[in-house]
Antibody, heavy 116, light 112 residues
Framework: EVQLVESGGGLVQRGGSLRLSCAASGFAFSGYAMNWVRQAPGKGLEWVSYISSSSSTILYADSVKGRFTISRDNAKYSMYLEMNYLSDEDTAVYYC?????????WGQGTLVTVSS | QSVLTQPPSLSGAPGQRVTISCTGSSSNIGAGYDVHWYQQLPGTAPKLLIYDNTKRPSGVPDRFSGSKFGTSASLAITGLQAGDEAHYYCQSYDSSLSGSLVFGGGTKLTVL
């Protein structure tokens, strides 16, 4: 069974940093591109970042470029999102999602709350 | 504002057919990128409903169907049920954003 489990969310001060993790199981992780998608409270889905299966292609939304860093460790079946200089606008549930054609599997999400 | 435009809300009675539109431009849907649709029930993660414009993942009822024409796409739901009440999002890619993934703003479907 395909599973994606996010962790690392929590309460962080404005300007602070946080590292999210996404643990994958039940499929050949190294064969799939992965994404981070976030959803602010009461808002729609916002794509955050993409990483190809071999990490050769990495993309970021303009809203996080220069502040967030995506990475993956295929040997550990894990993906990460390093988030720096966090602002109120980064408060959201962060989902990791697998991408073959569309985002076919999603984790349950981890909540990041940025507070002053 | 979202790159892909969806109506914010829609409603229908049980048994009815509803259609949710997703309007893009020549740099995303019109450029030939595939459109995918997601259903998000309250308090849960999104679920892939339609991929590659018209295909249904295993387990998705054939009451759900997708189409794409020009710079737009649509999700149709027939035989509306109470359990279909959810937010629906379209998703594609945009060449002006280096092929990055883009979402529609979402449509809240209410079953009357």
């Amino acid at each position: 069974e395909v599973q994606l489990v996010e962790s690392g969310g929590g309460l962080v001060q404005r300007g602070g940093s946080l590292r999210l993790s996404c643990a994958a199981s039940g499929f050949a992780f190294s064969g799939y591109a992965m994404n981070w998608v976030r959803q602010a409270p009461g808002k729609g889905l916002e794509w955050v970042s993409y990483i190809s299966s071999s990490s050769s292609t990495i993309l970021y939304a303009d809203s996080v470029k220069g502040r967030f860093t995506i990475s993956r460790d295929n040997a550990k079946y894990s993906m990460y999102l390093e988030m720096n200089y966090l602002s109120d606008e980064d408060t959201a549930v962060y989902y990791c999602a697998r991408e073959p054609n569309g985002l076919d599997y999603w984790g349950q999400g981890t909540l990041v709350t940025v507070s002053s | 504002q979202s790159v892909l435009t969806q109506p914010p809300s829609l409603s229908g009675a049980p048994g009815q057919r509803v259609t949710i539109s997703c309007t893009g431009s020549s740099s995303n849907i019109g450029a030939g990128y595939d459109v995918h649709w997601y259903q998000q029930l309250p308090g849960t993660a999104p679920k892939l409903l339609i991929y590659d414009n018209t295909k249904r993942p295993s387990g998705v009822p054939d009451r759900f169907s997708g189409s794409k024409f020009g710079t737009s796409a649509s999700l149709a739901i027939t035989g509306l049920q109470a359990g279909d009440e959810a937010h629906y999002y379209c998703q594609s890619y945009d060449s002006s954003l280096s092929g990055s993934l883009v979402f529609g703003g979402g449509t809240k479907l209410t079953v009357l």
